[in-house]
């Protein structure tokens, strides 16, 4: 049975760019995506994803505010994929610290169209990590 993955991004070129990343392991299923963190945490308790790949800043709830409701309400694997959670960054300390399973910084900004080439790799990786899978 294929991984489950949510995409929690505000663009929705980088919600398909992810998608199509996580699509390309015939281990891993994108179940949905979401333009925000209110949005994606309505997402994760109807879809229950195993992971959930999550930017940070986004409108009407940004991605450490719904990582943060996220832990409290499910089993879901949370993988941070933002610009501003670069190594070190507060940011991505705080999601450390609040029980993301990575932090994955997006290459080129908010707009990464160079993601899959520069983090493709290290996504699936990840998500596959976060699942259990080899």
Same mark, same amino acid.
């Given at each position: 049975?294929?991984?489950?993955? #949510?995409?929690?991004?505000?663009? @929705? $070129? $980088?919600?398909?760019?992810?998608?199509?990343?996580?699509?390309?392991? +015939?281990? #891993?299923? &994108?179940?949905?995506?979401? =333009?925000?963190?209110? !949005?994606?945490?309505?997402? &994760?308790?109807?879809?229950? +994803?195993?992971? &959930? /790949? #999550?930017? !940070?800043?986004?409108?009407?709830?940004? *991605? /450490?505010?719904?990582?943060?409701?996220?832990?409290?309400?499910?089993?879901?694997?949370?993988? !941070?994929?933002?610009? &501003?959670?670069?190594?070190?960054?507060?940011?991505?300390? =705080?999601?450390?610290?609040?029980?993301? @399973?990575?932090?994955?910084?997006?290459?080129? *900004?908010?707009?990464? /169209?160079?993601?899959? =080439?520069?983090?493709?790799? =290290?996504?699936?990786? %990840?998500?596959?990590?976060? %699942?259990? #899978? +080899?």
């Amino acid at each position: 049975m294929a991984v489950t993955v #949510l995409v929690v991004d505000d663009s @929705f $070129m $980088m919600r398909t760019l992810v998608a199509n990343i996580v699509k390309s392991d +015939p281990d #891993l299923s &994108v179940v949905g995506d979401a =333009e925000n963190g209110k !949005i994606g945490c309505a997402k &994760v308790a109807s879809l229950t +994803p195993d992971v &959930v /790949l #999550l930017d !940070i800043e986004m409108p009407e709830m940004d *991605g /450490l505010e719904a990582l943060k409701r996220i832990k409290l309400s499910s089993k879901s694997k949370v993988i !941070i994929l933002s610009s &501003v959670a670069q190594v070190g960054s507060p940011q991505a300390m =705080e999601a450390r610290r609040l029980g993301a @399973f990575d932090v994955i910084a997006k290459p080129s *900004g908010a707009m990464s /169209l160079d993601i899959k =080439e520069k983090r493709g790799s =290290e996504i699936v990786k %990840a998500v596959r990590k976060a %699942a259990g #899978l +080899p």
